[in-house]
């Protein structure tokens, strides 16, 4: 049958087993699976007190914009045969059907009931998908917008725009948090990745940083401007200062330039005052200057002292 033709399987309603992708070895669910009007519905049929505290049924539904559908190999995991996955933003479903056609079925009217719900994108072409490999490639990255609800604490709430892949943002895309802060950059399966911009609304600290990331956190060179207007220019190691670096005192009008470790100034570096005038050259531990390490003292009037 061709997809096309499938396409009036869009309405759909079935109770499929549902496999907790932690534990594919044994069915922890019955659910029943339905495809309506754009939208996916996932709902249990009997109460699991380990699934949901008090006995509470599973009903979740999502906006087919954001659901990714692919196969799973009849080998993996666990020797388990016909299942296929189907993954949300915050959440993924194993599930199982009947038969390999079954199975097959399910991914095609899946993948065609995504592809109407994106139609008006402007590259949607029906006539285009002879194959499901076809379709499922066109639909494998994508850009929608998306509300985080109950996923980590780190996106809770937040509206992201952008591309995706697998349920993931990736490439490029902007994230924005119900309090204001702002991140606009690159993204590697649901993290901050490459070159990207933070604006913080209403940190205590941090006021914005531009430059590189990785792994979701701030790592490698960058700009970081604070809440008291300090700037520090420099290197980056697990969201800490750590490498060779210049910081701009702007209450004191000061500059410090040299090595920096876990955040602190650590190794050899200059400290200029602005205040006094006078420059501070030599070695630094946990932030403060060594005196005992012969540190030179170049005085407002270029006097010059090693101590």
């Not at 008291?228 to 702007?250: S, V």
């Not at 190794?267 to 946990?286: L, P, Q």
Request: glycine share 10%.
């Amino acid at each position: 049958m061709s997809l096309e033709k499938r396409s009036a399987l869009i309405q759909r309603s079935e109770i499929l087993p549902l496999y907790k992708p932690d534990d594919p070895k044994r069915p922890f669910i019955m659910v029943r699976v339905t495809i309506e009007k754009g939208m996916l519905y996932i709902q249990s049929q009997e109460r699991r007190l380990s699934l949901i505290s008090k006995g509470v049924r599973l009903k979740v539904e999502y906006d087919l914009k954001v659901i990714w559908v692919n196969d799973m190999l009849d080998d993996e995991p666990g020797g388990m045969r016909n299942c296929f996955v189907v993954m949300a933003p915050e959440k993924s479903f194993i599930l199982q059907a009947d038969s390999h056609r079954a199975k097959i079925e399910w991914i095609q009217t899946t993948a065609i009931a995504i592809s109407q719900a994106l139609r008006f994108r402007g590259s949607y072409r029906p006539s285009a998908w002879k194959r499901l490999d076809d379709l499922q490639r066109w639909l494998g990255t994508r850009e929608v917008e998306y509300t985080f609800k109950n996923g980590s604490e780190l996106y809770k709430g937040a509206v992201y725009t952008g591309k995706w892949t697998a349920a993931m943002p990736h490439t490029c895309g902007t994230m924005k948090w119900p309090n204001g802060d702002v991140y606009k950059g690159e993204f590697e399966y649901g993290k901050f990745q490459g070159t990207g911009t933070m604006m913080w609304a209403s940190d205590k600290q941090y006021q914005s940083y531009v430059g590189s990331w990785q792994g979701g956190m701030i790592e490698g060179h960058g700009e970081m401007m604070y809440v008291n207007r300090d700037i520090y220019t420099g290197w980056w190691h697990l969201g800490k200062r750590h490498g060779h670096g210049r910081m701009e005192y702007k209450g004191t009008q000061s500059v410090y330039i040299g090595a920096w470790k876990d955040d602190l100034r650590c190794g050899y570096g200059v400290f200029e005052d602005g205040k006094r005038h006078e420059k501070y050259i030599g070695m630094w531990s946990s932030d403060k200057l060594q005196w005992p390490r012969n540190p030179h003292h170049i005085t407002a009037d270029t006097l010059y002292m090693q101590f």
